[in-house]
């Protein structure tokens, strides 16, 4: 979504707070249309809060209702709507759960550098959590955001 300016011949890269409002939107609207959807999440540059110029979303969707290659669950979201281009990863509760068991390092990585945003399942409700996946109280603010994510790369989508 990068935007050039009228009097000047730059592209202006948004507001990383922009970004994070409108994926907000985007998972608001889709918890309404998927209503398996329990949780998502952003990790990488996003998570930990230094995107700049060039970063792109990495998503974390955990669905009930997701089977299936990778490749053909992607399909399922619009993605494209998202206003960077996207490495996502849709995953169940139970693989998402047995991933973290794996207690690897992309695991642990993935838990220091994320954030996440619950979704309320069949609703648009949607809040941010910030909290350690042993249910501690959130980090303060300015300290490593915390969340639960398994390892392994997330499947590449752009938008067209």
Known sequence: MPVR??????????????????????AAQ????????ERVGLFGSYGRGDAGVGSDLDLLLID??????????????????LP???DALVLTPTEHAELLASGSAMAAALQRDSRIYAALAGTSKLTAKRSAPDGSPAPSPGSAPLGEFPRGAPARRHRP
């Open 30 to 37: 889709v918890a309404v249309e998927h209503p398996g959807l």
């Open 84 to 86: 960077l281009s996207c």
């Open 64 to 81: 009930t209702g997701s089977s299936g290659p990778q490749h053909h669950r992607l399909l399922a979201w619009p993605l494209a709507e």
């Open 5 to 26: 300016s009228l009097t000047q011949s730059l592209l202006r890269w948004p507001e990383p707070e922009q970004i994070l409002h409108q994926v907000r939107l985007w």
